[in-house]
């Protein structure tokens, strides 16, 4: 019965094997690291865009807040001003 490659008893052959499985390992290893890196740039391409969508909607949310928050503060101070108007022409109108 013949002994696998790794069990004989030949030191030369045993580093022989030893360096083919060494290298199919590290390229094997070269090729799931290269593997990974393609998805985490194609993870950080969607994740960059997505960031930048959100970005834009709370800017146009934003924009859209302060514009209607600037309408309701003329709103309130028309009416602060009318009020404050009404109450002096009272005011004086019975002093005179």
Same mark, same amino acid.
């Given at each position: 019965?013949?002994?696998?490659?790794?069990?004989?008893?030949?030191?030369?052959?045993?580093?022989?094997?030893?360096?083919?499985?060494?290298?199919?390992?590290?390229? $094997?290893?070269?090729? &799931? =690291? /290269?593997? @990974?890196?393609?998805? %985490? #740039?194609? *993870?950080?391409?969607? +994740?960059?865009? $997505?960031?930048?969508? &959100? =970005? /834009?909607? @709370?800017?146009?949310? %934003? #924009?859209? *807040?302060?514009?209607? +928050?600037?309408?309701?503060?003329?709103?309130?101070?028309?009416?602060?001003?009318?009020? %404050?108007?009404?109450?002096?022409?009272?005011?004086?109108?019975?002093?005179?």
């Amino acid at each position: 019965m013949r002994k696998p490659e790794w069990q004989t008893d030949n030191i030369d052959s045993c580093k022989l094997v030893l360096a083919q499985r060494i290298y199919s390992f590290v390229s $094997r290893l070269s090729e &799931e =690291i /290269a593997k @990974v890196n393609v998805t %985490i #740039a194609e *993870t950080e391409k969607r +994740l960059d865009n $997505r960031i930048t969508n &959100e =970005i /834009a909607g @709370v800017r146009n949310e %934003i #924009a859209s *807040t302060r514009a209607n +928050l600037i309408k309701w503060m003329f709103i309130f101070w028309f009416g602060q001003v009318i009020t %404050i108007l009404g109450i002096l022409f009272v005011f004086f109108k019975k002093s005179v």
